[in-house]
C-alpha cells in the first residue's frame, strides 16, 4: 500500500523559513511518472494547491508563494521538497504532499506549519 509521509513542519517567526519533505512508499516504480503537489490547508479554508511539479520538471507556484517557495523532487528516493522562505502569518496551515497525475494516492497526515512571532 503506497503511504505519504509529510516531515519539516514547525513553529517559526514571520520572515523565518522552513524545509518540508515527502517521502512516498510502497510503490513498486518510481514517482518519476507521476506530477507531484503540495497542497496546504489552513483552519476553516479549503485545501489548495501550492506548488506542482509535473513529471517533466515543469513548475507551477501558487500567486501567493512565487519567489518565496521553491518545490523540487528526487524521484530516485521517491522525495519531494519544499523550501519555504520569508514566511508569513498567512502561510499557516497543515501542508499535504500528493501526485494529481495521472492519479492521486491516499493522503498522508500533513505536516503543520505555524508562522507566528
Known amino acids: 500500500q503506497v503511504q505519504v509521509v509529510e516531515s519539516g513542519g514547525g513553529l517559526v517567526q514571520p520572515g523565518g523559513s522552513l524545509r518540508l519533505s515527502c517521502k512516498v512508499s510502497?510503490?513498486?516504480?518510481?514517482?518519476?511518472?507521476?506530477?507531484m503537489v503540495w497542497y496546504r490547508q489552513a483552519p476553516d479554508k479549503e485545501r489548495e494547491m501550492v506548488a506542482r511539479?509535473?513529471?517533466?520538471?515543469?513548475?507551477f507556484y501558487g500567486d501567493d508563494v512565487k519567489g518565496r517557495f521553491t518545490i523540487s523532487r528526487d524521484n530516485a528516493k521517491n522525495t519531494m521538497a519544499l523550501q519555504m522562505n520569508s514566511l508569513r502569518p498567512e502561510d499557516t496551515a497543515d501542508y499535504y504532499c500528493?501526485?494529481?497525475?495521472?492519479?492521486?494516492?491516499?493522503w498522508g497526515h500533513g505536516t503543520q506549519v505555524i508562522v507566528a512571532s
Open positions: 500528493n501526485a494529481d497525475y495521472p492519479h492521486p494516492f491516499q
Open positions: 510502497g510503490m513498486s516504480i518510481s514517482i518519476s511518472v507521476y506530477s
Open positions: 511539479i509535473d513529471r517533466n520538471g515543469n513548475i
